[in-house]
């Protein structure tokens, strides 16, 4: 019965950090895609400010931070209940 729960335990946390991976390399991708339409829009128009830049660069990082910490805790209730 021990046995069970920690080849699930190692198995979820083994899954946990394969899923963090993916999505980390996904939103970087999806970030570092933003990030060069708001540098080249901002280039080519002069219609964005650097205030606004930055503005657009700490929501994204805000996001992503949210949304890793929310996949990660729903993981852990998932091995909590789980085990």
């Keep these: ?3 069970t729960h ?3 335990y190692t198995h979820t946390h083994t899954y946990m ?3 963090l991976y993916i999505y980390g390399k996904l939103i970087q991708s ?3 895609h933003i990030l060069f339409l708001v540098v080249r829009t901002h280039t080519h128009t ?3 400010t650097h205030t606004q830049i930055y503005i657009y660069i700490y929501i994204y990082i805000y996001i992503y931070i949210y949304i890793y910490i929310y ?3 729903y993981i852990c209730i998932y ?4 085990i």
């Excluded at 091995?79 to 789980?82: A, F, I, Q």
């Design 1 to 3: 019965h021990i046995h």
């Design 6 to 8: 920690i080849y699930v």
């Design 17 to 19: 950090k394969y899923v």
């Design 30 to 32: 999806v970030f570092t």
């Design 46 to 48: 002069h219609t964005h």
């Design 71 to 73: 996949i990660y805790i």
């Design 79 to 82: 091995v909590y209940l789980t």
